[in-house]
Structures are given as C-alpha cells and as structure tokens.
C-alpha cells in the first residue's frame, strides 16, 4: 500500500523559509508518477502549489512560483518543499500527493502537516 | 489558469437523499477532471477519476458526469459518512485548478 508522510517544522517566522519533506512509502518516487504539493489554509479551500516528475520536471503555480522549489530525493524516496520569504497568508495544511499521469486523478494522499507562520 | 466554479457552495439534506454537485469549467477540459471528499481534519479522498470513472473502493452511489464544460457529482441515496465537503480539480492544463468545494450538511 502507497503512504506518503510530511514532516517539518509546524512553526515558521515570516520572512524564513518554510520547509517540508514527503516521505514515500510502498512506492518508488522514480517509477514514473507525478510528485505533488497542495495547501488549505484553515476553513479554506485547496490550492495546487506545485509538482515534480521522475527525472525532476517541475511545475509550479504562478502565484508561488517567484518563492517555490520542488526537489526530489530518490535515493531516500522522498520529495521536499521550499517555500521562501514566507507570511501568515502561507498558514496553511500543507499536503503532498502521487498523481497519475494522463488519468485525471491525485489517488494517494499525506494525512496533511499544519504549518503557522508567526513571530 | 482555468477557474472551476462550483455550485452551490453548501446544502442541507436528508439521509436517502438524491444530492447534485455542479463544477463548471471556464474553458474546454475535456474528461480531465476528478472529484473528492473531505472529511473536517483529513485529506482528500480520491472519488471519481477522469470526469466519470469510479475510483477502485468508493461507493456506487457516487457518480460523475460531463456536459461540455459542466461537470456533475452526484450521491444517490446519501448515507451518514457522505456528510463532508466536496471538491473538483481539473488536470487538463498548469496550473492545476481547485473547485471551492460544497460542503453537504445535515438537514
């Protein structure tokens, strides 16, 4: 069964760099699905961040873009993300999902990692 | 980027229910679009793939549809754990796009 945990910081300064890690499980990173980002700041909707393919293709959504970085580490079977110069409107649930390509579909999902941005 | 609109934003309803979930789509998407439940303090969870297609485990009660660039969910005979928020995400172009979700209560 795929598995997919964040893990990182829960709280962050504004102006720093937010952080996070999905580790894969029972699945490998490199066999040929998409690797994705997604927050939900709370009592809000869902936002696409960004994704990464094998090989390291990478997608972001414009509105992050200037401040994100998607990397993957296959040797560990994981992926991380980096979000700069971060402000509370980057409080948010973030997730990390396995997308399939060319199926409409995210099938596996990280139970979600709150992350605040505070002094 | 393509906006997804989702209608209505909430409903009330009644356990035996036939419950109706409408996503529009500002632009041709073709099929790539999939449907998921939220329950409060979880993930996502995948529903239906592909604008029709019934994910591997989920309930036959739930099922999807496409008219153009309408989209449709729909829960026949609504059950108790189907009480939770739903969202379409569509695949067809960068950036992927998010409805903003109905949530079904209780009535």
């Known amino acids: 069964q795929v598995q997919l945990q964040e893990s990182g910081p829960g709280l962050v300064k504004p102006s720093e760099t937010l952080s996070l890690t999905c580790a894969v499980s029972g699945y490998s990173i490199s066999s040929g699905y998409y690797w994705d980002w997604i927050r939900q700041p709370p009592g809000k909707g869902l936002e696409w961040i960004g994704s990464?393919?094998?090989?390291?293709?990478?997608h972001y959504n414009p509105s992050l873009e200037s401040r994100v970085t998607i990397s993957v580490d296959a040797s560990k079977n994981l992926f991380s993300l980096n979000v700069a110069s971060v402000t509370a409107a980057d409080t948010a649930v973030y997730y990390c999902a396995r997308r399939i390509p060319v199926v409409a579909a995210c099938d596996f999902w990280g139970q979600g990692t709150l992350v605040t941005v505070s002094s | 980027a393509i906006q997804l609109t989702q209608s209505p934003s909430s409903l009330s309803a009644s356990v035996g229910d036939r419950v109706t979930i409408t996503c529009r789509a500002s632009?041709?998407?073709?099929?790539?679009l999939a449907w998921y439940q939220q329950r409060p303090g979880k993930p996502p969870n995948l529903l239906i793939y592909?604008?029709?297609s019934l994910e591997s485990g989920v309930p036959s009660r739930f099922s999807g549809s496409r008219s153009g660039t309408d989209f449709t969910l729909t829960i026949s005979n609504l059950q108790s754990e189907d009480f939770a928020t739903y969202y379409c995400?569509?695949?067809?172009?960068?950036?992927?796009?998010f409805g903003g979700g109905t949530k079904v209560e209780i009535k």
């Open positions: 995400q569509q695949f067809n172009s960068y950036p992927l796009t």
């Open positions: 632009q041709v998407i073709y099929n790539a």
């Open positions: 990464i393919f094998q090989g390291g293709n990478t």
């Open positions: 592909d604008a029709s």
